[in-house]
C-alpha cells in the first residue's frame, strides 16, 4: 500500500517562474491537504480539498497560489510568478473520508528553492 | 498568534529514561489532538492522537496526556531509543472547523546512547 506521493521532491525555479507540486494520496484517500514549512517553523496549513472541491482555502494567499484535485489524477499546488519568500518545503497529506478523518498521513514533501 | 505552543525547542534524554515533550494550547475549541514525529527531510509521521474527552490515550511506548483544564498536553516515550531522535510535532483541530490542523513550531527530541 503505497503512502502518499509527491513530485517532484526538488525544485528550483527563477524569480517570476511557475511552480507546480503534484500529490496522490493514499489509496482510498480523497481528502488531500497542502502546508507549507518554511525554515525553523512548524507547518502552515493551506488548503484543504476532496475530488473536485476546494473545502478551505483559508491559508492560502490570495494571489498567485492555486489548489487542485481532479477527478482523475494528483491533486495540483499551482504557484505562479514565484518570488523568494516562497522558498520552502511544501507537504501534501491525505486522510480516508470516514474511519480516523483526524489522521492525516504526510508525503514527503517537495523542497521548492526559488533563485 | 501561536495557538498551539511547543515552549522548549529542543530536549535530550538517556536512552532507556522517559522523554516528556510538552504542548499547550490557548483555543478551547480545539477536540482533538496528534503528536507527529518528523525526520529532516522527510514527512511527518503520525504518532498518536487523543479526542478531548479522554485525558490519557496509550500505544505501546507512547502515551499521550491531556489536561483541558490547563490546556496542556504531554507526550511521554518510555524507554527512549536512539531512534526516536527526530523532531516532534504537536497539532490540533476541531471537527467542525473542516480537519484543519494547527500546528506547533516543534521539539528537536535527541536521544543519546
Known amino acids: 500500500n503505497a503512502g502518499v506521493m509527491q513530485n517532484p521532491r526538488h525544485l528550483v525555479r527563477r524569480r517570476g517562474q511557475e511552480a507546480r507540486l503534484r500529490c496522490s494520496p493514499m489509496k482510498g484517500h480523497s481528502h488531500v491537504y497542502w502546508y507549507r514549512q518554511l525554515p525553523e517553523e512548524g507547518l502552515k496549513f493551506m488548503v484543504y480539498?476532496?475530488?473536485?472541491?476546494?473545502?478551505?482555502e483559508s491559508g492560502m494567499p490570495k494571489e498567485r497560489f492555486s489548489a487542485e484535485f481532479p477527478k482523475e489524477g494528483p491533486s495540483i499546488l499551482r504557484i505562479q510568478q514565484v518570488v523568494r519568500g516562497d522558498s520552502a518545503a511544501y507537504f501534501c497529506a491525505s486522510s480516508p473520508p470516514m474511519d480516523k478523518p483526524y489522521e492525516q498521513y504526510f508525503g514527503p514533501g517537495t523542497r521548492l528553492t526559488v533563485t | 498568534d501561536q495557538q498551539v505552543k511547543q515552549n522548549s525547542p529542543s530536549l535530550s534524554v538517556q536512552e532507556g529514561r522517559i522523554s516528556i515533550l510538552n504542548c499547550d494550547y490557548t483555543n478551547s475549541m480545539f477536540d482533538y489532538f496528534l503528536w507527529y514525529k518528523k525526520y529532516p527531510a522527510e514527512g511527518p509521521t503520525f504518532l498518536i492522537s487523543?479526542?478531548?474527552i479522554k485525558d490519557k490515550n496509550e500505544d505501546g511506548r507512547f502515551t499521550v496526556f491531556l489536561n483541558k483544564s490547563a490546556k496542556h498536553l504531554s507526550l511521554h516515550i518510555v524507554p527512549s531509543q536512539p531512534g526516536d531522535s527526530a523532531v516532534y510535532f504537536c497539532a490540533a483541530g476541531n471537527a467542525g472547523n473542516n480537519r484543519k490542523l494547527i500546528w506547533g513550531l516543534g521539539t528537536s527530541l535527541a536521544v543519546n546512547p
Open positions: 487523543i479526542s478531548s
Open positions: 480539498l476532496q475530488k473536485e472541491n476546494i473545502i478551505d
